[in-house]
């Protein structure tokens, strides 16, 4: 059986890699990652901190998913991580998506926040989400 954190992250992945706005938004090519990019410029997303509880019923197993999206713009582009950040958002929020090994029940996006990086002065965009999903 597929881990839900897992299913849920290649969901979001293949519904990102589609979404031609969000390409644009990135450069040109899908820019999300697990850990960061040597390198990495421009803007790009990463997946953040996440937790799965048990949600279970007698009949159903399930999860509630609690996780983060980092979006990393440029030094002085806030609006361009803001961007995709909101694209991000829009294809997300209530999203049907297909999870092997699960069903999705729901995804509602819960806060985006935006911060300046200390050390780097890049500005951090966080997406914050929650799934509940049921063992398929």
Same mark, same amino acid.
Request: proline fraction near 2%.
């Given at each position: 059986? #597929?881990?839900?954190?897992?299913?849920?992250?290649?969901?979001?992945l293949?519904?990102?890699?589609g979404?031609?706005d969000?390409?644009?938004?990135?450069g040109g090519? %899908? =820019?999300?990652?697990?850990?960061p990019?040597?390198?990495? *410029?421009?803007?790009y997303a990463?997946?953040?901190?996440v #937790?799965?509880?048990?949600? !279970? *019923?007698?009949f159903d197993r399930?999860? #509630? =998913?609690n996780?983060t999206? $980092?979006?990393?713009?440029?030094?002085? !582009?806030a609006r361009?991580?803001?961007?995709?950040l909101?694209r991000? !958002?829009?294809?997300?929020?209530?999203?049907d998506l297909? %999870?092997?090994?699960?069903?999705?029940?729901?995804?509602? $996006? #819960?806060?985006?926040a /935006?911060?300046r990086?200390?050390d /780097? =002065?890049?500005i951090?965009a966080t997406?914050r989400?929650?799934?509940v999903t049921e *063992?398929?």
């Amino acid at each position: 059986m #597929t881990s839900p954190i897992l299913a849920l992250r290649r969901a979001v992945l293949d519904i990102a890699a589609g979404d031609q706005d969000l390409i644009a938004l990135m450069g040109g090519a %899908l =820019q999300l990652y697990d850990e960061p990019p040597r390198g990495a *410029t421009g803007v790009y997303a990463l997946f953040g901190d996440v #937790t799965a509880e048990d949600w !279970s *019923t007698d009949f159903d197993r399930g999860y #509630t =998913q609690n996780l983060t999206i $980092v979006v990393w713009g440029e030094r002085g !582009s806030a609006r361009d991580a803001l961007s995709a950040l909101e694209r991000l !958002s829009v294809i997300l929020d209530d999203a049907d998506l297909d %999870l092997a090994g699960h069903r999705l029940v729901n995804l509602r $996006v #819960t806060a985006m926040a /935006s911060a300046r990086d200390r050390d /780097s =002065q890049r500005i951090r965009a966080t997406l914050r989400l929650r799934a509940v999903t049921e *063992t398929a």
